[in-house]
């Protein structure tokens, strides 16, 4: 009698942290939310919680409002600033409340960084790594609660205190090119990258703060489509989808 193969795919990564941009949420539309993608973000998290992976996700809020736009309008920084951050904290109960609709639920915890008690958790690290062992995703809102820092450094942040194994940087573009690829239809696609490159080229997919947050603690980043449909999955069980930032410099 032949065996029968019962093996199953192991992911490559039990802990991510997923950072969304909040232009992420708008789909096509100039301003706001569009809830088919937001939708569809629950869906892709959702399938590989059931697999046992641990997901805790940054979300920026600039589909609603830019603490540094507000700046250059003549807003005190610090001010627009909080603003912003309250934005993210609207986006992190907007996706809370799609992964807790899903016709199979994922539990949900939005924790915030500003104190907004009915809303949301306040941030504390222990409990963040409680919610993840017991399989709920966790949302960090309101960016690190200190103006002047963006919320792809927040995700940096988070991401080591929570001890993630890399963090996935979900975008509209297929990776980090070595020119922009709208100006230049000969651009090249960097399969990874070092960070030492990714900051003396000034490579702008995160922020030179988060990326000298990663290179120090060691955590890889992962910078990938969203708008292709199970990517999340792919990057996590390992397949060679978008820009890996923390290995050598190798162009596709």
Not at 5 to 25: D, H, M
Not at 80 to 106: K, R
Not at 180 to 199: C, E, G, I
Request: with cysteine.
């Amino acid at each position: 009698m032949n065996a029968v193969n019962t093996q199953q795919e192991v992911p490559k990564y039990k802990r991510i942290l997923l950072k969304l941009s909040g232009e992420a949420l708008m789909g096509d539309r100039s301003f706001g939310i569009d809830p088919e993608v937001v939708q569809d973000i629950a869906l892709q998290v959702a399938e590989i919680v059931r697999d046992g992976i641990e997901v805790a996700i940054v979300v920026g809020g600039g589909n609603i409002f830019r603490g540094i736009n507000g700046a250059d309008k003549g807003m005190d920084r610090a001010t627009a600033d909080y603003i912003g951050m309250i934005a993210t904290v609207m986006n992190a109960l907007t996706l809370q409340d799609a992964f807790e609709h899903l016709d199979e639920p994922i539990p949900t915890r939005v924790m915030s960084a500003i104190a907004m008690q009915e809303i949301a958790e306040p941030y504390i690290r222990r409990r963040a790594i409680r919610h993840l062992e017991n399989n709920r995703v966790v949302i960090f809102g309101a960016g690190s609660g200190n103006p002047y820092f963006t919320t792809d450094t927040t995700a940096a942040l988070r991401g080591a205190e929570i001890n993630a194994d890399v963090i996935l940087k979900a975008t509209k573009v297929d990776g980090i090119y070595d020119s922009d690829p709208k100006k230049n239809p000969k651009a090249k696609r960097f399969q990874s990258v070092s960070f030492d490159h990714a900051l003396i080229n000034d490579l702008r997919v995160m922020d030179a703060t988060a990326f000298a947050l990663c290179k120090e603690n060691g955590i890889p980043i992962i910078v990938f489509d969203l708008g292709v449909t199970g990517n999340i999955r792919r990057v996590v069980m390992g397949e060679s989808i978008g820009t890996y930032v923390g290995g050598s410099c190798e162009i596709n």
